[in-house]
């Protein structure tokens, strides 16, 4: 599955456009087109393994391999950089998720909808109704209203 980029809509007005943005999974480059469409600065090269290249960058944006989120969330919290991932909705209530809450600063976003993720049906041309799970924005650093966040695409978001 890939991420459209309808999912940016939900974080991007909490981005700062002066930081250098990694994205680390990039697969139909979707986070990262939409990022510098709306004049995001992002770092990300096909050939480089991200947990053995670690470029310069200010934040690390991604949505994860689901069998990979809890080595993405300890890469991000070693790198002692702020980070934003896109990830199912039930993986809070992982031990080491729970963990997060408690010893650093994590925040979440919560989107009103569930995101559609493009599937291999869908590039076929298959009709896809509904994801079958609810995603949310699991992040540190960027300062958030409050600790749980629920957005509306259609608000301003601030």
């Keep these: 599955m890939f991420t459209p980029p ?4 939900y974080i991007m007005p909490y981005l700062d456009k002066s930081l250098l943005y990694r994205e680390c999974c990039y697969g139909m480059w979707h986070m990262a087109d939409e990022l510098r469409k ?7 090269n096909r050939d480089w393994d991200c947990f053995q290249v670690s470029p310069e960058c200010d934040f690390i944006i991604t949505n994860p391999p689901f069998n990979w989120n809890k080595k993405f969330l300890s890469m991000a919290i070693d790198s002692w950089k702020p980070f934003a ?3 199912r909705l039930e993986h809070l209530w992982w031990v080491e998720a729970c963990r997060l809450f408690k010893d650093y600063d994590i925040q979440i976003i919560i989107p009103d909808k569930r995101i559609n993720y493009i599937t291999p049906k ?6 896809v109704w509904w994801s079958p799970f609810h995603s949310i924005w699991i992040t540190k650093g ?7 966040n629920y957005i509306n695409t259609l608000s301003s978001n601030k």
Excluded: R
């Excluded at 309808?6 to 809509?9: D, H, L, P, R």
């Design 6 to 9: 309808i999912a940016m809509q």
């Design 142 to 148: 960027l300062n958030l209203p409050k600790q749980i």
């Design 85 to 87: 991932f896109l990830q």
């Design 122 to 127: 869908m590039m076929a041309g298959q009709k």
């Design 38 to 44: 709306n004049w995001f600065d992002v770092v990300w």
